[in-house]
């Protein structure tokens, strides 16, 4: 399977992947590595593995479409199966990536639906929630919407801090990226219009990744 990244910053998800892939344990092929900060660390990562890492500059486009077009023009060349978004800062147009629909998916740290958007883990704090986490999810037209694949969830323990919060997770989204990509890449999951299907079966809930 050809994965093509997205990452907009320091790219430990992207490393992630890396790391499974030259173990033997995810049978992908990272094919390029986009980003839309030429200061990226995730750009210095993929040329450290001879991966094609390409910088695209939103300021070079007129708008969001014409940048959001192009991206997908330079994913399509590199004739992506697969494209995961890994800290990728941007909210993408829907028509742009209307055709890679399925093929598409995001990470995010925290339990969607609930905290969308920026500033989870202090959400949750300020929430007073007992539980944390990260989700994986199909990316659609809606902001960290989509249907979601897999969760890992954390406890909230006294004292915690949106730095020990983040910390914490940030291992846990390494493996639960991995585990979601290393069943596409088996073949295992498909989307279905809102409907995602394991080994064909609808998932009546978000999978809890890893076990
Ligand atoms: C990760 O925590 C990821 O879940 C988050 O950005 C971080 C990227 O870290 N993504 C989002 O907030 C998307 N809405 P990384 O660059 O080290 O992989």
Redesign the pocket.
Known sequence: MRVVVL?????????ALIDAQRGGHLPIRIVGVLSDKHEA??LELARSHDIAAIHLDPRQFPDRRGYDLALFARIADLHADLIV?????RILDAEAFAPWLGRII????SLLPRYP??H?HRRALEAGDREHG?SVHFVTAEL?GGPVIAQTVIEIAEGDTEGSL?SR??AR?HRLLVACVGLLAAGRLALRADTILLDGVALAAPLRLPD
């Open positions: 990452a907009s910053g320091r790219g430990s998800n992207l490393e660390r995730a978004l890994a800290g990728f800062m995001n990470i995010h740290p958007g920026l989870t990260a960290d983040a997770l940030l989204e």
